[in-house]
Structures are given as structure tokens and as C-alpha cells.
């Protein structure tokens, strides 16, 4: 009879372990808290609209990529699968300019080039970073200390370029970064690009994966993706539990043999692999007896390891305007503020290129990062409160959309809006966090191996595994935490 694994969340991690692990011969159920699986990953209709609540780049799209080759081994990117390109991050208006941050580096150096000839220096410094970070190895082929001595000269080999810039990058936080250009544009426009709390390194990293072509987007959203995960999965013959939520992780003699389910009941399994959130993983269902120190650490010392939060929310617009509008741009704002919470700018990511989505009306989706006061506020209010707030902010965010593009404001409607207690009510989010840690200059060690000392046949994997989490931390975590277990139950892992 082959083993049985209980996996803990149905979001792209746990379904992707899933998947490895029925792949190598186990018996695998997945109980979820929620009616659907995706996690995160998820798209929803509102007004016959479809919503894209997640995926707006993906790294790995781009073939023979090793991120690529996971996607595929997982069933997220198939033979039919239509990627499309991101030719440039986003679009910022700043400073009277339209400024667009290109994924090719050439047009890249050219464009912020031409906006600030006074800072060429820098910027040259800046390409040449990323051109040395395109030497990034992600780790999916094996856990980094399974590697042998030659597989890890390798390694080294490939990466030395990256790794000595890391050196130089990790200490940098962006708002010193922003503050080294002359030009008060480029001074803007580099605290705007990503969360300003991160670091020069994961900027670097996520300009690394967009300028080799590696960051696009897929056809029919976050909703297509995560289902092509699921009927991998289920094909191979796993197993959901919707609707059920784990309370208690069972330990007998320092192995996990199972859960407790919120209803009282128990199940049973030979492992236990989490895939939620880390924070509810050790100190709810583990009772903070089996915490990591990277993250204890961490959740203890708020002021260095930022949670990324924020607010999402979603607008129609007829598909004849939107089809004139760029795929993502930045306008700056004041004056809309939640909380003590003040946005500075606003981040708009539009629907039309999708040709699945489009009918009549396409979905604008403004995706803008908060601070963890905001949900310290939110939490504050009242269930009519927080009704009318979140309807405040639509109609402060709807009037700015109006005016940053120029158009009449009843053309946009709210459909939704997201807070960081959404994220939290639907998959138990720590403060609603929709990424992991930030990536900060303070920041100490960078992956967790997912195992914990002194717990036998327990597994962790998720976006939590590495900061700043997403869509491939959670996948090729998955994969990891697939290999350990084959290992430690001597059995051949099979990846596809
Ligand atoms: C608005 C938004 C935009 C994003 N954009 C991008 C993007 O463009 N690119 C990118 O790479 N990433 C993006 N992300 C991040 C990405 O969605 C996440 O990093 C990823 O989906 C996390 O996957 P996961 O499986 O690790 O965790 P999750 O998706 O959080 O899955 C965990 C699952 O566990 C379940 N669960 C929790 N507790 C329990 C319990 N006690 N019992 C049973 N089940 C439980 C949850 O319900 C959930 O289904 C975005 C996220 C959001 C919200």
C-alpha cells in the first residue's frame, strides 16, 4: 500500500507538492479551509467581469528556464498555454513625465537615460547590476545542501557575478538607492517601482527575471493557472477536503502522524506537509513549540522584516478604452489615505491585453502596497465601518482614475475591493500579508530549508520559505519539500 502525505493548503505550494509527491508513488490528500483551491492565485467574477486577483507576472514563463521547466512539470504551463510578454515592468508618470521602465536593457539605459542624462552613471551601475544578476540560479533541482561538491562548483561558477553584486546590493535599502540620482524624476521613480522598504537586491532580482524575457503573463489569469495545478493533481489521482481547516498538527514522539481538523476530527498520515501561512503554521497549529529561529526572528522584529501588504481593487471599463491604455502604470497621488496611511502613488494594472477576458468590459485593477498600520486600522472598525471605508477608498481611488486617464468617471465602475483582511479572512494570511517578508538591508539568512530539528515526517514549503515569497518561491519550495520526504522515506522522487 503506498504512504500517505496530508498536505495543509490547497494555494500553488500545497498543490504542487501534491503533485511531486503522487508523482513518486504517495497517497495524497490535501485539506483546505476554503471552498476552492489557488490560494492566493485566484481570479473571481464580479458583474459577469472577471477579476484577476493575482498573477500579473510570472516568473518562469519563458522556455528551458528552470522555473519553466517546474511550471510544466507541475501542469501550471501546458502545450496550449498562451504567454504573453511584459515589454516593460510599468509605465510611471512622474515629474510631467511618462518614463516607461522597459524589461530590455537596452531601451531600458536609453530611456532613463533620456529623462536623466545627469545621472548616466548611476544608471550605467544600475544595468550592469542586473546584467549580472541574469546569472541567478533559483534552486530546482535539488535542495542546496544536497548538491555535491562539483554540483556546487557549478553553482558557484554560474553565479560568482551575481553573488559578488549580491554583497554589494543587500545592504542598500531603496530609499537611500532613490536618493543617490541628481534627477528629482529618477529620485521618484525608484521609490515607486517596488515596495520602497525592500532592498537594491530585490529590485535587482525582479528586473533580472523581466529582462531575460522570463516574467510574463498567461492567458485567462491567476484562475487558469492555478486549475491547470489542480487537474494535474486530481488526474493523478489526489484528493481535496474543501471547506475543512486543520487547528492542530498531531505529534506523537516528535513525528507528525497527522491533523486535527476544525470540527474535531482527525486525520491521519504517514507526513504532514504545511504549505499555509507561516506564521498561523507555527504558532497556531504547532503552538509556537517548533519555531525557527529565521522566523521568530523575524516576526519578532517588525521594523526590519516588513510584512508586504496591501490593498487591491477592481474598476470595469469598457474594453474600446482600455484597449488604449498601457498593461500596467503609475500615476502619483495625495490626498487618498486610509488610516494614517497617506498613498503616494497608484498602481494600475489593466486587463485588455487578456483576449479571455475581454468581452464588453475589462477589469482595471489598482494593486497598491500598504504598511502594516493600515491593517492594525482596519482591524479597529467596526463590520459597518469597515463596509464604508472600503467603499470610501473605491470612490477616492475612481475619481483618481478618472482624472490620471483623462476619462469621464462614470465610465469606471468598482467592482471590488480587497484589504489586507480579506487576504486574512480567506487564507489565514499573517496580517493579511499577500508575499512573504520583504527583502530589507537588514535581513539576515535568505532561504529556510522547510524542515524542522527534532520534528520527523513534517515538511514545510510555501512562499514563506524565501523572502519576498510569490508564485516560483512557492513552487519550487514545493518540489524541495517533495525531494526531502523521498529521501528521508528512501523512495525515488519523479519529477515528471
Ligand atoms: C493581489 C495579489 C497580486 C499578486 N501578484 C503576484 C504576481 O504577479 N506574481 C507572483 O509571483 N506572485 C504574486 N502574488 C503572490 C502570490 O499569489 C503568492 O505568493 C502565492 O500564491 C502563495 O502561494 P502559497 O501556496 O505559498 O500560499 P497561499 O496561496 O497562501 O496558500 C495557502 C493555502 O492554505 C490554506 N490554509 C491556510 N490555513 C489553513 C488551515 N489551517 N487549514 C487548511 N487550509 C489552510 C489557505 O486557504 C490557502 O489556500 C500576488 C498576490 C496577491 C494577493
Avoid at 109 to 126: G, N, T
Amino acid at each position: 500500500m503506498p504512504k500517505s502525505g496530508l498536505i495543509i493548503g490547497s494555494g500553488i505550494a500545497g498543490m504542487s507538492a501534491g503533485v511531486y509527491l503522487l508523482r513518486s508513488g504517495y497517497d495524497v490528500t490535501i485539506y483546505e479551509k476554503h471552498v476552492q483551491s489557488g490560494g492566493e492565485c485566484v481570479g473571481w467574477a464580479r458583474k459577469g467581469v472577471f477579476i484577476d486577483g493575482c498573477a500579473h507576472w510570472i516568473v518562469g514563463t519563458k522556455e528551458g528556464t528552470d522555473l519553466n521547466e517546474v511550471w510544466k512539470e507541475v501542469g501550471a504551463i501546458r502545450e496550449d498555454t498562451v504567454i504573453h510578454d511584459n515589454e516593460y515592468f510599468a509605465k510611471y508618470v512622474v515629474g510631467g513625465e511618462t518614463v516607461t521602465f522597459y524589461s530590455d536593457l537596452t531601451k531600458l539605459e536609453a530611456e532613463l537615460l533620456r529623462v536623466a542624462p545627469e545621472d548616466k552613471r548611476r544608471i550605467r551601475s544600475f544595468i550592469k547590476t542586473v546584467k549580472h544578476y541574469q546569472r541567478v540560479v533559483i534552486p530546482t533541482k535539488r535542495p542546496l545542501d544536497y548538491n555535491n561538491p562539483f554540483q556546487w562548483l557549478k553553482l558557484a561558477v554560474k553565479m560568482a557575478p551575481m553573488a559578488m553584486e549580491y554583497g554589494n546590493v543587500k545592504r542598500v535599502g531603496l530609499r537611500e538607492y532613490a536618493k543617490g540620482f541628481k534627477s528629482p524624476i529618477l529620485q521618484e521613480l525608484f521609490l515607486r517601482i517596488i515596495n520602497p522598504n525592500f532592498n537594491l537586491h530585490a529590485l535587482a532580482y525582479t528586473m533580472q527575471a523581466l529582462s531575460i524575457r522570463d516574467a510574463g503573463t498567461i492567458e485567462g489569469g491567476s484562475n487558469v493557472f492555478a486549475k491547470n495545478i489542480e487537474k494535474t493533481f486530481t488526474e493523478l489521482g489526489g484528493k481535496f477536503v474543501f471547506n475543512k481547516a486543520v487547528s492542530e498538527i498531531v505529534i506523537e514522539n516528535g513525528v507528525a502522524t497527522g491533523v486535527w481538523l476544525s470540527n474535531g476530527e482527525t486525520a491521519k498520515a504517514d507526513y504532514v506537509i504545511a504549505s499555509c501561512d507561516a506564521h498561523h503554521l507555527f504558532y497556531d497549529l504547532l503552538h509556537d513549540q517548533h519555531t525557527p529561529k529565521f522566523y521568530s526572528s523575524r516576526f519578532e522584529n517588525p521594523e526590519d522584516n516588513p510584512l508586504i501588504q496591501s490593498v487591491f481593487l477592481a474598476y470595469t471599463l469598457p474594453v474600446e478604452e482600455a484597449k488604449k491604455l498601457p498593461k500596467k502604470i503609475d500615476f502619483p497621488m495625495h490626498g487618498v489615505s486610509i488610516g494614517k496611511f497617506e498613498f503616494e502613488h497608484l498602481v494600475v494594472l489593466n486587463h485588455a491585453f487578456d483576449a479571455t477576458q475581454n468581452t464588453t468590459k475589462v477589469c482595471l485593477s489598482v494593486l497598491n502596497d500598504v504598511d502594516d498600520g493600515v491593517y492594525e486600522y482596519l482591524k479597529g472598525l467596526s463590520r459597518e465601518e469597515y463596509l464604508a471605508e472600503k467603499k470610501r477608498l473605491g470612490e477616492a481611488i475612481r475619481a483618481e482614475l478618472a482624472k490620471d486617464f483623462g476619462l469621464d468617471e462614470s465610465l469606471f465602475e468598482l467592482l471590488d475591493v480587497a484589504t489586507p483582511l480579506t487576504y486574512e479572512r480567506y487564507t489565514n494570511a499573517y496580517h493579511g500579508s499577500y508575499q512573504a517578508f520583504a527583502s530589507t538591508k537588514r535581513m539576515g539568512a535568505l532561504m529556510h530549508k522547510g524542515i524542522i530539528k527534532g520534528l520527523k515526517h513534517f515538511y514545510f514549503c510555501g512562499q514563506w520559505i524565501m523572502p519576498p515569497g510569490g508564485l516560483p518561491v512557492a513552487a519550487f519550495s514545493a518540489k524541495m519539500s517533495a525531494i526531502r520526504l523521498c529521501r528521508e522515506d528512501r523512495k525515488k522522487f519523479i519529477a515528471k
